[in-house]
């Protein structure tokens, strides 16, 4: 847990409740439609079932970008640092090396995550970005981030 932790005040606090609680309202009606359309299996006894394996394999593709070792740290960076240059990148990241940092662009900007641009020099200037679909995750784990942010005490409330 990074120390100390953010002081916010009741207002602050309630608000970031308050979206929590609309995303976890809509995270629940997600679930519904997911679970309204999927396929039922029938089991020999007759009765039907709601079949999760889809659902599941979907998750893990969903999220698996990032379950990878400092794929989060890179779009976390991004999403909160805005646009760097690589070195730049490399010095929020400590303990990222060089090779690491430029293997995981690559996956990042294969995955649509990422945006690498590059402006004609002399000398020539490299800078990533997060693209639209990177900026959109990133506002829907806000919430999420926010929520363990909390229950972990890195954000507490002025006493």
């Known amino acids: 847990m990074p120390e100390p932790p953010m002081i916010l ?5 309630d608000e970031i409740q308050n979206a929590i609680t609309k995303t976890e309202e809509l995270g629940s ?4 439609l997911f679970r309204e359309n999927s396929n039922e299996v029938l089991f ?3 009765s039907k079932v709601h079949d ?7 998750a893990v593709e969903a999220l698996d970008i990032f379950a990878s070792r ?3 740290e890179i779009l976390a960076a991004l999403y909160i640092a805005g646009e760097r240059r690589f070195n730049e990148l490399r010095r929020l990241l400590e303990g990222i090396s060089s090779r690491t940092l430029s293997d995981k662009l690559t996956i990042l900007r294969e995955t649509g995550m990422v ?6 020099g002399p000398p020539v200037k490299v800078t990533y ?3 639209e679909h990177g900026k959109r995750a990133g506002r829907l784990l806000s919430p999420l981030v926010a929520y363990m942010k909390i229950s972990n005490g890195s ?3 002025k006493e």
């Open 29 to 32: 009606r997600v679930r519904e």
């Open 115 to 120: 945006a690498r641009i590059v402006v004609d």
């Open 9 to 13: 005040g009741k207002n602050d606090i």
């Open 70 to 72: 400092w794929s989060i």
């Open 129 to 131: 970005n997060l693209t």
């Open 44 to 46: 020999t006894t007759g």
């Open 52 to 58: 999760i394996s889809w659902e599941v394999e979907a």
């Open 155 to 157: 954000v507490k409330n």
